[in-house]
């Protein structure tokens, strides 16, 4: 799991990818953490993305290093109410709080992916595949 947040960090934005219906919805993210030994990921409950993935949580991440290396993980998006994740978050992130204002905020959403797998690529080497 260290692998797959170090990773993702690095990048900085990586893409979330949801269903809208049947069609693709894509968007840049930017905070990750771990918790509890979850990765862990914030959003709105107000915006699309969170409606899309109540409707359906399955989703897709997307992520490229500057050396051209890319990872994509995909599970299953299970939202908590946990007020430790949420305070969590806002330590890690302290920007959270222009938007949010506190860990308590009824819009402020932290979710982790369950049935997580995640593979790493390149253009020289073969994929390999990690299970959360």
């Not at 709105?44 to 997307?62: A, F, G, H, R």
């Not at 051209?68 to 946990?82: C, E, P, Y």
């Amino acid at each position: 799991m260290n692998e797959i947040l170090n990773f993702i960090t690095e990048a900085g934005t990586f893409y979330i990818a949801t269903t809208d219906g049947v069609k693709p919805k894509v968007r840049p993210f930017g905070f990750i953490m771990e918790h509890e030994g979850k990765l862990y990921f914030c959003t709105s409950n107000q915006k699309d993305v969170y409606k899309q993935m109540i409707s359906n949580p399955y989703c897709e991440i997307c992520a490229m290093s500057a050396n051209g290396q890319w990872i994509r993980l995909q599970g299953k998006a299970v939202f908590d109410s946990n007020i430790a994740a949420k305070a969590k978050a806002f330590e890690i992130m302290p920007n959270l709080a222009r938007i949010y204002n506190a860990p308590d905020n009824p819009i402020f959403e932290v979710f982790y992916l369950s049935e997580g797998e995640a593979t790493f690529y390149s253009f020289s080497d073969q994929p390999r595949t990690v299970t959360l």
